[in-house]
């Protein structure tokens, strides 16, 4: 019974290092239970670059536009100048590690920039590409 | 002392050491002191500033120790004149026959210890100001905001009278040298002075001039001491703010886009207003869930501008009036009024790239503190010269008009 506890215990704390660590094959399992997959980290990369056309202002919009074109730098915020800390992981270990903060990311950052939410096909080829770099 | 000697133009002249090197010291640094704190009035150099004003008092201290044992000339006995004597020696003056004295004369020792006055009392106020506003210095906590403000207004007020009399001294000193033919500005600098033969002469005190360079150097060189090893990751700050309650799902929130502006920049109601709103926040929509929404908002109602935790939470606060509910803190009348001296050219450029990004200016933005002395305006390696030919320009411009204009305290208050 103690033994037991004790395991327990213990898993309590490993798992949620466990789930952080991977919190991005966390969300393609979750985008895969939708039916979406595989993952693409081309694709990915292309809607990264791709521009779109913003309805109000009429002006173009992309990822890139926060966050560069070299996701080892730095990018800075369109409308308030703040500096982004670099999106790949390998340059800043932090990027990727909660799954609310990349969904709430996704949300915000998808609306803004497609004008509309990513499908759960795109988020996963997006991760895929981030994942890579 | 035989001081005053009658006009006689057979008689020989001699040169003799008037003003030892001490009180030529005293009066050139005292000079420098007195323009490098007009010059330095922004709060954006009150670290100079305040150099210039620990200068200046502490050499005011010197001259009243020196007026007792700093020998013939430079000793208050010597110039000991009462207020009779003063009077009688304008009016032989303004006759245009005034008598010559070798040291100063009864007009001219009034002028300076009215200067002297004036200093110490800047000075006075000045340390009062900065322990009330900012809470620094030696006096800090003795006075309260509103006090310390009196204060600051007193101060600016007294540096415009010691203006005046610093005019009225140059205008004395113009008046005698003509009437006199003599050039005593030149005798402020060599220390020499024609005098009749037999006449006491100062000795130079050069020991005493050295240690005062010294002191000054040394006192200078701790005082900027964080410039010199400071890094472009780790600039200089020279004050630091008391640090400011603190809220990290605030941070995390309130963080990502822009910096986390302190609650302390706007009063409560405006941050109520701005949670409530939270779904077109500036056409973004933030997205916070309501424990977030409530969280956030008590930690920032708790802190807001009414709580006066800065200098410049107490005075945004003012200058907002009471109908106002102001969601943005660069349309409060205190920031206006604070950045109206940046241009265009800067505000555009890609280092600035708009008002809200406070970091790109401010060291301590990111504290909340806003401290004075903790701005630099970023400037493009390639245009650095015209921006800053540009701001030069506007500086000088802004000086001369300064003249006519109310002294840019009063704008302060919104």
Not at chain 1, 10 to 30: E, G, K, N, R, Y
Not at chain 2, 15 to 32: D, E, G, K, T, Y
Not at chain 2, 308 to 315: D, F, G, N, Q, R
Not at chain 2, 375 to 385: A, G, W, Y
Request: with cysteine; glycine share 8%; charged share 20%.
């Amino acid at each position: 019974m103690k033994r037991k506890l004790i395991v327990i215990t213990a898993l309590m704390f490993v798992m949620p290092m466990v789930v952080q660590a991977d919190a991005i094959s966390q969300l393609q399992a979750d985008y895969q239970a939708k039916g979406a997959g595989p993952f693409s980290a081309a694709a990915g990369e292309a809607l990264w670059n791709k521009p779109f056309k913003d309805a109000k202002s009429g002006k173009e919009r992309r990822c890139t536009t926060c966050h560069t074109t070299d996701l080892t730098q730095a990018g800075k915020h369109l409308r308030t100048g703040k500096v982004i800390e670099p999106m790949a992981p390998s340059a800043n270990p932090k990027r990727l590690t909660k799954i609310k903060k990349i969904k709430k990311w996704f949300v915000r950052n998808c609306k803004w920039t497609l004008g509309r939410e990513c499908t759960a096909q795109e988020k996963g080829d997006l991760l895929a590409f981030l994942k890579s770099l | 002392m035989q001081t005053q000697t009658e006009e006689n133009p057979v008689a020989e002249i001699t040169q003799a050491r008037i003003w030892n090197i001490p009180v030529r010291l005293f009066h050139w640094m005292l000079v420098s002191c007195f323009i490098t704190a007009w010059l330095t009035r922004d709060d954006r150099y009150l670290d100079i500033h305040l150099f210039a004003g620990y200068l200046m008092a502490a050499l005011i201290l010197f001259r009243l120790l020196w007026g007792v044992i700093g020998g013939p000339y430079a000793r208050f006995g010597d110039f000991a004149f009462g207020w009779r004597e003063a009077w009688g020696y304008t009016k032989m003056a303004l006759k245009g026959c005034p008598p010559r004295f070798i040291g100063h004369n009864p007009a001219g020792s009034w002028g300076i210890y009215l200067l002297l006055g004036l200093g110490s009392l800047i000075a006075i106020t000045g340390l009062l100001a900065l322990g009330g506003e900012e809470g620094h210095g030696p006096l800090a906590g003795l006075l309260n905001r509103p006090q310390g403000a009196l204060a600051h207004d007193l101060h600016e007020l007294l540096a415009w009278v010691m203006l005046g009399a610093v005019a009225v001294h140059l205008l004395g000193v113009l008046v005698e040298s003509i009437l006199h033919r003599e050039n005593l500005i030149g005798s402020m600098i060599t220390g020499y002075k024609s005098v009749p033969p037999g006449t006491v002469s100062a000795t130079a005190s050069r020991p005493v001039a050295a240690f005062m360079l010294v002191a000054t150097i040394a006192a200078g060189f701790s005082w900027f001491y964080g410039y010199l090893v400071e890094t472009p990751e780790q600039p200089y700050r020279p004050f630091i703010g008391q640090q400011l309650p603190d809220n990290a799902l605030w941070r995390e929130e309130c963080g990502a886009c822009h910096l986390a502006f302190h609650p302390s920049l706007l009063p409560a109601r405006s941050w109520r207003v701005m949670m409530q709103q939270q779904a077109s926040h500036f056409g973004e929509d933030l997205f916070l869930e309501q424990d977030a929404i409530d969280e956030i908002t008590t930690f920032m109602a708790d802190n807001a501008a009414e709580q006066e935790l800065t200098e410049a939470a107490w005075k945004i606060n003012q200058s907002i009036p009471e109908t106002e509910t102001p969601l943005r803190i660069t349309e409060t009348q205190y920031w206006i009024d604070k950045h109206s001296e940046i241009s265009m050219q800067i505000w555009e450029s890609p280092k600035v790239n708009g008002k809200v990004n406070c970091a790109a200016c401010h060291l301590d933005a990111d504290d909340g503190t806003f401290e004075d002395a903790a701005m630099r305006i970023p400037v493009e390696e390639d245009q650095s010269s015209t921006v800053l030919f540009n701001e030069m320009f506007q500086k000088a411009a802004r000086y001369f008009s300064f003249n006519s204009a109310p002294p840019n305290r009063l704008d302060d208050k919104g």
